[in-house]
């Protein structure tokens, strides 16, 4: 069974620029969460996506933004991009059932350099 | 004050000591991740845990959810448990929250041989 597939695995952009990251989660997990992990502040929680909906949001700024597909493939996107963006930027799928959350995988992760 | 708290911050034992890594926690929880993190690498999920105790291999993992506290715990530790454990908590109810986690700081775990 395939697992959590993010592209690209790392990224040089400018500041200034914007960048798009993708996620295509587990076949039938419909949760896909983004996390952006620095040394500085470790792991945070960007946002959740269920069936399309962004069902969270954690706090970053409005230049973070994402979406889930009909095939629940997710994609990420920060725009006006700067130093301080340079993360580790992980995807995590999980199937979701009445009872909560279940099978909650990580992807490899996409490593955003900005310079 | 983070609302996970994980100690030690870092830890270093000799191959075979049996290991405890402590996660506390300020809010309320649907439940509690334990992750693990190689040099490098990508994150791992070791557990998921609601009520009491799951064990994996050399692994357990254990919360009381009365004293918002959770260990993991790694016996005979081999020099390929060397990485970063790191615990995460599910905040509110089963669906209230959907999905964000708050991570803890980290614990870096050193085995030597």
């Known amino acids: 069974k395939a697992g959590v597939t993010q592209t690209p695995r790392y990224l040089i952009k400018t500041r200034g620029q914007q960048v798009t990251l993708s996620c295509s989660p587990i076949?039938?997990?419909?949760?896909v969460s983004w996390y952006q992990q620095t040394p500085g502040q470790g792991l945070q929680f960007l946002f959740e996506?269920?069936?399309?909906?962004?069902?969270n949001k954690g706090n970053f700024p409005g230049r973070f933004s994402g979406r889930q597909f009909s095939n629940s493939r997710s994609e990420m996107n920060v725009s006006t991009l700067e130093l301080g963006d340079s993360a580790l930027y992980l995807c995590?799928?999980?199937?979701?059932?009445?009872?909560?959350?279940?099978?909650?995988?990580f992807g490899s992760g996409t490593r955003l350099t900005v310079v | 004050k983070n609302e996970v708290e994980q100690s030690p911050q870092n830890l270093t034992a000799q191959e075979g000591e049996f290991i405890t890594i402590n996660c506390s926690y300020s809010?309320?929880?649907?439940?509690l991740h334990w992750l693990q993190q190689h040099p490098g690498g990508g994150i791992v999920s070791l557990f998921m845990?609601?009520?009491g105790k799951k064990k994996h291999g050399r692994l357990i993992a254990t919360i009381n959810i009365q004293e918002k506290h959770s260990s993991l715990h790694i016996t005979a530790s081999h020099p390929r448990d060397s990485a970063v454990y790191i615990c995460?908590?599910?905040?509110?109810?089963?669906?209230?929250?959907?999905?964000?986690?708050?991570f803890g700081a980290g614990t870096i775990l050193r085995v030597k041989s």
């Open positions: 995590a799928s999980g199937l979701v059932s009445g009872q909560g959350y279940y099978g909650y995988t």
């Open positions: 076949s039938g997990h419909r949760s």
């Open positions: 996506y269920f069936s399309e909906t962004q069902r």
């Open positions: 809010v309320g929880i649907s439940a």
């Open positions: 845990l609601s009520s």
């Open positions: 995460a908590v599910r905040l509110g109810g089963q669906m209230e929250y959907g999905n964000k986690l708050v």
